[in-house]
């Protein structure tokens, strides 16, 4: 694929900013940076989601990506963000608690799949109604 020598600059435009913010370019973006075509579109988002408007502040949005980095095991990801977060005026108690979310929603998940599989195996039976049921909506339901 011909590379757009327009699409080429702005992208070397957004990894200079990239190095000067973090002190570094992250290896996703040094990669995608190849397909410029691709790369601007990712950091246009990536620019929306953490700094864009809505009602959840950047600080709170950093812990967000703590929280799922922690989730996903993105150990490049958790240093990124803790940094920003911390940087943002979040607290080491904020952090940790952020971490937690993001293991626990992680050990939840491994549970759900493998313990509705293990059910499955050996003939337990469970209940799933609470999934459609509206009125328990808004109560934490322990998978």
Known sequence: MQENPEERAIA???????????????????????????????????????????????KTRCLCAISAA????????INVHMQHAIDAGATKDEVLESISIGSMMAMNRAQSYALRRYAEVFGIDIDSGYLGNKKDRGRIAYH
């Open 12 to 58: 070397d435009k957004i990894l200079e900013a990239i190095r000067r913010e973090y002190g570094f370019v992250p290896v996703v973006n040094q990669v995608m940076s190849n397909r410029p075509d691709l790369f601007i579109p990712q950091c246009n988002l990536s620019k929306a989601v953490f700094e864009g408007k809505g009602d959840l502040d950047y």
């Open 70 to 77: 922690a989730a996903i095991g993105g150990e490049y990801c």
